[in-house]
């Protein structure tokens, strides 16, 4: 018959596993602490590099998503804070506050062409021709993150992706599936037809007539009815080939 460990054996067993769980430990806190010194010297190289390229962060577009990039790869958000260091040396904080503001206006005043729905490029167009004394200083990516940050304002600003196309919503409309099917097939020509949408997503007519008529209603469509052929054309302003918002000077 097998003899089963004694008091004694068990005690060893148990301070062999203590000593184990110390050991495994003190290699976590040292492997921590190892993380956390390595942090600390990349935030400060970071740092060092800010300042030596403050007006290439400032003014190239490419520069500055690069240096998002990097700032991301150590846990540092430049835009957390419109106060402390990084506004101080950068002024990037400013300079995204106030991309907010102007595309909320932009937003607004585009709002009953598109429903308040906008192609994200149309958007950065628009921003440029507002900034005409440094419109080359912008690029998508600039967008993005001033639209990440307005989100704090609760109302619907969000960028959605349709097909191919970045779209920024500034209203709080909800888009299922059925009506991002019909902007994706409306980005060839900019509209659809009823029998289109019927063919092309094999869609019963009262499904088509349906999510029209909600895309109709919420301000994202726009009727032409006068084509030879009697088809009523449903016209999508944020997804159109060509803009509906050229020309616009008042922005």
Not at 41 to 66: G, M, V, W, Y
Not at 118 to 144: A, F, P, W
Not at 145 to 156: D, H, N, Q, T
Request: aromatic letters at 6%.
């Amino acid at each position: 018959m097998r003899r089963r460990p004694g008091i004694g054996g068990l005690q060893t067993a148990a301070a062999a596993r203590d000593q184990y769980r110390l050991l495994g430990e003190n290699v976590a806190k040292i492997r921590t602490d190892m993380m956390k010194e390595q942090l600390s010297t990349f935030r400060s190289q970071l740092e060092d590099f800010a300042r030596k390229h403050k007006n290439d962060i400032r003014k190239n577009p490419a520069f500055r998503s690069q240096f998002h990039e990097m700032c991301a790869k150590v846990g540092v958000d430049p835009l957390a804070s419109n106060k402390g260091f990084w506004a101080e040396l950068l002024g990037i904080g400013d300079f995204y506050y106030e991309l907010g503001v102007q595309i909320v206006d932009i937003c607004l005043a585009t709002r009953p062409l598109n429903g308040g729905l906008i192609n994200l490029q149309e958007l950065c167009n628009l921003l440029r021709q507002r900034r005409k004394s440094d419109r080359g200083v912008v690029s998508e990516d600039d967008c993005l993150r001033a639209i990440s940050k307005l989100k704090v304002l609760g109302s619907g600003f969000e960028v959605i992706s349709v097909g191919k196309k970045k779209l920024v919503r500034s209203v709080p409309t909800e888009l299922n599936k059925d009506h991002n099917e019909i902007l994706e097939l409306a980005q060839g020509q900019g509209f659809v037809t009823v029998s289109e949408v019927e063919r092309r997503l094999s869609w019963t007519p009262g499904r088509a007539i349906d999510a029209l008529d909600t895309l109709l209603d919420e301000g994202l469509a726009m009727i032409d009815d006068g084509h030879k052929d009697g088809k009523r054309r449903y016209w999508f302003p944020c997804v159109s080939p060509i803009s509906s918002l050229t020309g616009i000077d008042s922005l």
